[in-house]
């Protein structure tokens, strides 16, 4: 059974710093793709980044610049490294695996930017 268990989320304030991870378990890790998505109340789920099993990232352009993901194989955990936060990124950030062809999704993790 696939399992995603995202954490580091959290309260911040503006310009402050956050590492969410991602662990997962009951896939071949090194061969699924990983992104982090997001969602903010009353608004639909949103891509953030993506990093494919041969390390390739893609980004939504509210977050370039700002947001990292990256992936160490050896932990099955996926990164994602958030910088320069902004109230508007508050939301609950979701990552998931695209692994033979099965899309899974963790249960989430709460970030929060406010003074």
């Known amino acids: 059974q696939v399992q995603l268990v995202e954490s580091g989320g959290g309260l911040v304030q503006p310009g402050g710093s956050l590492r969410l991870s991602c662990a997962a378990s009951g896939i071949i890790f090194r061969e699924a793709a990983m992104g982090w998505y997001r969602q903010a109340p009353g608004k639909q789920r949103e891509l953030v980044a993506t990093?494919?099993?041969?390390?390739?990232?893609n980004y939504a352009d509210s977050v370039k610049g700002r947001f990292t993901i990256s992936r160490d194989n050896a932990k099955n955990t996926v990164y994602l490294q958030i910088d320069s936060l902004k109230p508007e990124d508050t939301a609950v950030y979701y990552c998931?695996?695209?692994?033979?062809?099965?899309?899974?999704w963790g249960q989430g993790t709460q970030v929060t930017v406010s003074s």
């Open positions: 998931n695996s695209f692994f033979r062809n099965r899309l899974t």
């Open positions: 990093i494919t099993s041969g390390g390739s990232t």
